[in-house]
């Protein structure tokens, strides 16, 4: 299963709110190029353009059909099909990350909204990130923090339990298990001169137990769907479906509430 916009974008309003109170921390400077670090279907690049109107702001992604959406939702932007290993790229064994030609001159600000929890290596990553900001730039950072949480506990839990067990041995492994507050806070403070970090739990009302799997078909279960046959991803999603509404109970009107923490970050690279 390839990344869909479409799917994505079917609960924009609870996905593009984070990226407001993320870019809501950053303070109202003087902002010449910005950049949206898989920036999807662009909603978060518009909060990102909105929030600096002034700003030479890009994105880009490594899907073309999120892509594709960003540059029809902001035809006046530039949107490159990109992965961020090709935006900066090791510079020999044991070195920091070092920018590769196709990254873009340094920026005053960089924002990663519920991207780099699929990245690995973040003691590298984090670093790297500031190292493109210009002198006294910020960097934004937005990660879901829910692995724990009991929609992602059943899926790793229905993957085990069925017929589908060993193609989906390392299904759990597609998402990295982001570090602690204070982790991320020490890792940027070297290099930055303010660091702020919090984490926040959003209660998003939805419509039964059937729209957190919708949620989820999105982003967290693609790893768990993508390895099955027709099928089998049909079974799963029948297990998995009948275990999220045993978890989450109904109110009066149907209504379902799930819980989603994410940790967040806004560092300013040092002047000097």
Known sequence: MSWSAQQYLAFEDERTRPVRDL??????????????????PGNSTEVL?????????????????MIEAARKRLPGRRFEILDIASWIA???AGSPFAPAPLAP?????????AVLQWVPD?????????ARLAPGGWLAVQMPDNLQETAQVLMREVAREGPWRDKLAAADRARIPIGRADWYYRLLHSSCARVDVWRTTYYHPLAGAGAIVEWFKATGLRPFLQPLDAGEREEY?????????AAHPALADGTVLLPFPRLFMVAQRSVT
């Open 23 to 40: 870019l809501a921390a950053v303070p109202q400077t003087e902002v010449r190029v910005a950049v949206d670090i898989g920036c999807g």
């Open 49 to 65: 353009a909105m929030r600096f109107p002034g700003a030479d702001v890009s994105g880009f992604d490594s899907s073309a059909d």
């Open 90 to 92: 090791k510079e020999g």
């Open 105 to 113: 001159a340094r920026v005053d600000v960089l924002l990663a909204n």
């Open 122 to 130: 973040h003691a590298a990553l984090f670093p790297a990130l500031a």
């Open 237 to 245: 999603l029948a297990r998995y479906t009948a275990r999220v509404g």
